[in-house]
């Protein structure tokens, strides 16, 4: 083994045993959970909070957010839409913001968009947190990750790892600047290793047409990873070599990748965007026929007084404004834009606001990181990780935003 590569491997285990949350980081979380429902429940009727992201799937380290989903007692997931069902949502955000200034929670703000979600930052465990209303489907597709995580944490954990923080340091994963997310990547990052036969293919089988963890959980209790990979958790070396390995090929897949006609997808590689548009209209037109079921229910149970927030009534049900709902629906799951990258429970392009001016860089991007890797005499984990600094923020940091409201912090 080249020199250089032998210390590549050697810093690269290394950096991500020493960034793995150990048994007072994981503490630290439940505390968190366990005050985030303490503040939710002073601010909603029967307050549910559910932790979903990095710190549930297991591929993070110390210093991620935390994303809690919250519901409460008349929370539906069908009622998205609805103009009276979002300004009470509105006024429920905002209480929460209020109660977290009050808690001593720092930096609290809320932002109120097309997904309203309030943003501060724990003073006790110095996690930043978001709290948005209702997201069932990333609770789930967290679950679904988690399981996938724990067939070798290790060596998973740590080939998610590098290429992780490569894409942060080379802006490839930096949503203010319309690049991809943190979960964009990480599915990307699977695929290879569905591709290589180091993680099966899952079918969906759920109500949707999505995937459940019921199905994930089945496939994975009959998958077995090559013999070659018995013990490699055991020793950093090997374990190290199939991160390599695994990453080079990432960098050589995706610098090849028919991005203009294919899909990832951990449901069906490379799947033609063709079939991925007749597997969304299917999946939208079951999903709008138990919305309108939802709505027909919300209707024929509101007050005359909420039925006069909307643009309808009792007898008279606001087709309009189910249409721009199931719209809204439409555009999270484009198959025109650059790059479409599935999630599993909602089909959503989880790539999707990546836009043309991105596509230069991040072709050039896959093509350096597969360079560097593929010249194993002169790799060098610092050279692989050099911060890049050229894609452009979408809005200057620190310009005002009438979105959004500022709460102060009690002491």
């Excluded at 366990?34 to 429940?41: E, G, I, P, Q, Y």
């Excluded at 996938?148 to 290429?163: K, M, Q, R, S």
């Excluded at 692989?384 to 005002?400: I, K, M, R």
Aim: glycine share 6%.
């Amino acid at each position: 083994m080249h020199a250089a590569k032998q210390k590549f491997i050697k810093e690269g285990i290394a950096q991500y045993r020493a960034t793995r949350f150990d048994a007072a980081g994981r503490a630290a979380v439940e505390d968190l959970k366990d005050r985030m429902l303490d503040l939710a429940s002073r601010c909603v009727n029967k307050a549910h909070v559910e932790l979903f992201g990095s710190l549930v799937t297991g591929f993070c380290k110390p210093g991620c957010d935390a994303d809690f989903s919250l519901t409460h007692r008349s929370f539906s997931p069908w009622l998205q839409g609805i103009d009276s069902v979002a300004e009470q949502d509105v006024k429920r955000l905002t209480r929460v913001s209020r109660e977290a200034g009050r808690m001593g929670m720092e930096k609290v703000r809320f932002i109120n968009a097309r997904i309203p979600v309030v943003q501060f930052q724990d003073p006790v465990s110095g996690i930043h947190c978001d709290i948005s209303i209702g997201n069932p489907g990333g609770v789930e597709n967290s679950k679904i990750l988690a399981e996938i995580h724990n067939i070798l944490p290790d060596f998973y954990g740590a080939y998610v790892h590098l290429i992780k923080e490569w894409a942060k340091r080379r802006e490839m994963i930096d949503p203010d600047k319309l690049m991809f997310n943190s979960f964009t990547i990480t599915t990307m990052a699977l695929m290879v290793l569905q591709e290589l036969g180091l993680l099966p293919v899952f079918r969906p089988s759920g109500e949707f047409g999505e995937l459940t963890l019921e199905d994930v959980q089945s496939t994975l209790a009959t998958f077995e990873l090559p013999p070659i990979y018995e013990g490699i958790e055991q020793d950093d070396e090997r374990l190290g070599e199939a991160v390599y390995y695994c990453a080079l090929r990432f960098a050589e897949y995706y610098s090849k990748f028919d991005f203009a006609n294919g899909t990832v997808s951990l449901m069906c590689p490379r799947r033609h965007r063709s079939l991925y548009a007749s597997i969304v209209k299917t999946h939208l037109s079951l999903f709008e026929a138990r919305m309108r079921q939802g709505w027909m229910t919300y209707y024929s149970g509101a007050s005359q007084e909420e039925a006069a927030h909307v643009s309808g009534s009792r007898d008279n049900f606001p087709e309009a404004a189910l249409k721009a709902a199931m719209q809204n629906e439409m555009v999270q799951r484009t198959t025109d834009c650059p790059f479409v990258v599935e999630d599993f429970v909602n089909y959503v392009n989880c790539g999707r606001r990546v836009p043309n001016s991105r596509v230069a860089h991040s072709q050039k991007e896959f093509k350096r990181l597969y360079d560097l890797l593929r010249d194993e005499s002169k790799v060098s984990l610092e050279e692989l990780l050099e911060p890049s600094n050229t894609v452009p923020f979408v809005n200057v940091p620190g310009h005002a935003d009438d979105r959004v409201r500022q709460f102060a912090t009690a002491h």
